[in-house]
């Protein structure tokens, strides 16, 4: 397997994230973001090396901001943080109502596909079908299960990449 490439997405969990990771999302050095851990701003990791996504976040923003109000005059790196904070935060509400959006749509498709199996799967053929025939509904039965599958997974995979051309009806609407 190849080695981590700086630009390859960082390898979060929903909660936490290796450390280098979300330094490079806050635009920091991992040094800079072990010194707020240690200066108090963020809490530190369950696993060495990790952590926390949003104590990350909510802690650079806080150090930020503290940082750029601590003068009475204000300097142009206390102006850069206080913009920089603003961008970050303005950035995760953004990020956080994109997740939100995912979260509603996934529960949506997940929902709809179960239904659809389960309905299949309760479907009941006569006992007095010929044997060929039964035999034909039943693969017919199947192969419908795996479509949905399919279409299960590529409705997933589009809504967490953002790609919807391999979705039946995409193109039309582009129109």
């Known amino acids: ?19 280098a990771d979300v330094a490079r999302l806050l635009g920091i050095h991992p040094e800079r973001l072990r ?27 806080r150090f930020l901001r503290e940082d750029s109000a601590t003068g009475t005059e ?7 943080h206080a913009a ?27 929902t709809i596909a179960a239904a659809a199996a389960r309905r299949l799967r309760a479907a009941r053929l006569s006992s007095d079908l010929p044997h060929a025939a039964a ?18 997974l590529t409705a997933l995979d589009a809504i967490k990449t953002g790609d919807f051309s391999r979705i039946d009806g995409h193109d039309r609407h582009d129109r």
Do not use: W
Not at 8 to 17: F, N, Q, T, V
Not at 74 to 80: H, K, L, Y
Not at 91 to 104: N, P, V
């Open 135 to 152: 035999a034909t509904f039943k693969h017919e039965l199947a192969a419908s299960l795996e479509r949905i599958n399919i279409a299960r």
């Open 74 to 80: 204000p300097t142009p790196a206390a102006r850069s």
């Open 1 to 19: 397997m190849a080695g981590k490439r700086q630009d390859d997405p960082p390898e979060l969990d929903g909660a936490h994230a290796p450390l």
């Open 35 to 61: 010194q707020l851990q240690r200066g108090g701003y963020i809490s530190r990791g369950k696993k060495r090396g990790f952590v926390s996504v949003i104590s990350a976040v909510s802690g650079y923003c």
């Open 84 to 110: 920089k904070a603003a961008l970050v935060s303005a950035a995760t509400a953004r990020r956080r109502d994109i997740l939100t959006e995912q979260g509603a749509a996934i529960e949506a498709v997940e």
